[in-house]
């Protein structure tokens, strides 16, 4: 049985840091693209950050140089590492599994048509 569970979550500050992680069961994270998607309140679900089989890491451009996606194979987690929060991060945050995609495919607007699994999504507050 496939699974994706999230943790992590909270609330922070401006300017603070958060760490999401992602457990997976059921599959190798390794033979996967492993990605994070985001939802604020009245959007579209975007992705975030994608890491795929060959090592490959994509990321949003408004995440760019702030957040940092990893994964490890050993424990078959995969993390987003958040930092310098902004007000505008604010969203939903869900682990994704993507078993024929490329890293890269996270920047486009049909990332979600990729993803195979999904978490059960983490609510990620920023206040200003």
């Known amino acids: 049985q496939v699974q994706l569970v999230e943790s992590g979550g909270g609330s922070v500050e401006s300017g603070g840091s958060l760490r999401l992680s992602c457990a997976v069961s059921?599959?190798?994270?390794?033979?996967?693209?492993m990605g994070w998607f985001r939802q604020a309140p009245g959007k579209e679900r975007e992705g975030v950050a994608a890491?795929?089989?060959?090592?490959?890491?994509s990321y949003a451009d408004s995440v760019q140089g702030r957040f940092t996606i990893s994964q490890d194979n050993e424990k078959n987690t995969v993390y987003l590492q958040m930092n310098s929060l902004k007000p505008e991060d604010t969203a939903m945050y869900y682990c994704?599994?993507?078993?024929?995609?490329?890293?890269?495919?996270?920047?486009?607007?049909?990332?979600?048509?990729?993803?195979?699994?999904w978490g059960q999504g983490l609510k990620v507050t920023v206040s200003s």
């Open positions: 890491i795929d089989s060959d090592g490959t890491i």
């Open positions: 059921g599959f190798t994270v390794s033979s996967y693209c």
């Open positions: 994704a599994a993507m078993r024929s995609a490329l890293a890269g495919v996270i920047r486009t607007t049909g990332a979600r048509t990729w993803v195979n699994y």
